[in-house]
T-cell receptor, first 112, second 114 residues
Framework: KNQVEQSPQSLIILEGKNCTLQ??????????LRWYKQDTGRGPVSLTI?????NTKSNGRYTATLDADTKQSSLHITASQLSDSASYIC???????????FGTGTRLTVIP | NAGVTQTPKFRVLKTGQSMTLLCAQD?????MYWYRQDPGMGLRLIHY???????AKGEVPDGYNVSRLKKQNFLLGLESAAPSQTSVYFC?????????????FGSGTRLTVV
């Protein structure tokens, strides 16, 4: 069964601190993995997209890693800001399929 | 550049009523999608379209119909709304199907069926 699981479900951190979000997947055959940021009441916005051959990709203070062998990915946020408060969704694309598999997201709250 | 625009943003329906959600994109994308997002669940694909005049079923198509009469528009219809269709609906578009290309999402339509 194609699944995407994220942990933790929710996380509260102090402004300025770093954090790491986890994503494990069973989607096969694998095509690519994406991290999205979804602000409350808004649609998801793409942060990174990684293919099988990429094991790290950065977008500003966001750095995503991918281990295609263990089917795990992480999203590291450096020097968090209040505006980082959002849900972060891991999405895996199956090769040759017309669908994406979404995780349920990690709800991050950054407090001053 | 508006990207993907969804209307309406909010709607309350009575059971059995019908309505149409409109999605419009100005990026000349070939592919468009309708998803629903429910608490504790990932987004699930309802229907999608790979081009003007084409539609296909996704993971949870029952109770919904779609039309893609113009390339820039993708309509989602509920013929007889049910409380189980209470959800947040997102439209998305992309320039390629699936791999290696990002999706652009709209800001969502919150639908409540009472």
């Amino acid at each position: 069964k194609n699944q995407v699981e994220q942990s933790p479900q929710s996380l509260i951190i102090l402004e300025g601190k770093n954090c790491t979000l986890q994503c494990n997947y069973t989607v096969s055959p694998f095509s690519n993995l994406r991290w999205y940021k979804q602000d409350t009441g808004r649609g998801p916005v793409s942060l990174t997209i990684m293919t099988f051959s990429e094991n790290t990709k950065s977008n500003g203070r966001y750095t995503a890693t991918l281990d295609a062998d263990t089917k795990q990915s992480s999203l590291h946020i450096t020097a968090s800001q209040l505006s980082d408060s959002a849900s972060y969704i891991c999405v895996v694309s199956k090769a040759g399929a017309n669908n994406l598999f979404f995780g349920t997201g990690t709800r991050l709250t950054v407090i001053p | 550049n508006a990207g993907v625009t969804q209307t309406p943003k909010f709607r309350v329906l009575k059971t059995g009523q019908s309505m149409t959600l409109l999605c419009a994109q100005d990026m000349n994308h070939e592919y468009m999608y309708w998803y629903r997002q429910d608490p504790g669940m990932g987004l699930r694909l309802i229907h999608y379209s790979v081009g003007e005049g084409t539609t296909a079923k996704g993971e949870v198509p029952d109770g919904y119909n779609v039309s893609r009469l113009k390339k820039q528009n993708f309509l989602l219809g509920l013929e007889s709304a049910a409380p189980s269709q209470t959800s947040v609906y997102f439209c998305a578009s992309s320039s390629r199907l699936g791999a290696n290309y990002g999706y652009t999402f709209g800001s969502g339509t919150r639908l409540t069926v009472v």
